[in-house]
């Protein structure tokens, strides 16, 4: 079919109308270009303490997914330790006396699948809890 075809030709596949020109508009995408020193400075501005990765990519016009892509980058390649990609931060643990050991009273536990309930009163190991959900669900 060439430019001056009659026929205006669907995603689908179907004709319909007439079309007397065709126009194909070429030249740069807006997909930007950047290079490996600017990557590694974004990256690096992502590490600092207290830093959003949304917010840094939304100052350097990029996603936050470009930056998460670039950083495990650089770190398959050796240039960013696994830690500095993810820096967690936990509130200290603050302890005022010792621990007293106490009786823990007995918990009742009641856990409903569907229209099964599971129901304990006493302790019960959580690899058997598991194995009796797991059957739970297998019979349904």
């Known amino acids: 079919m060439g430019l001056d075809s009659k026929k205006d030709v669907h995603f689908d596949g179907s004709t319909t109308g007439s079309v007397n020109r065709l ?7 807006r997909r930007r270009v950047r290079s490996e020193a600017e990557r590694a400075r ?3 501005e992502s590490l600092l303490p207290g830093a959003q990765v949304s917010e840094v990519a939304r100052k350097h016009g990029a996603t936050r997914w470009q930056i998460y892509d670039w950083r495990r980058r650089f770190r398959q390649r050796g240039m960013l330790s696994p ?3 993810s820096q967690p931060t936990f509130a200290p643990l603050v302890v005022e006396g010792a621990l007293e050991e106490r009786q823990v009273p007995a918990i009742k536990l009641e856990i409903a ?3 099964v309930v599971l129901r304990t009163d006493v302790a019960i190991h959580a690899e058997q809890l598991s194995r009796v959900i797991r059957a739970v669900r297998a019979s349904r």
Do not use: K, M, R
């Open 23 to 29: 126009e194909v508009l070429e030249g740069p995408s």
């Open 42 to 44: 974004i990256v690096a």
């Open 83 to 85: 830690c500095e990609a």
């Open 113 to 115: 699948i569907g229209d």
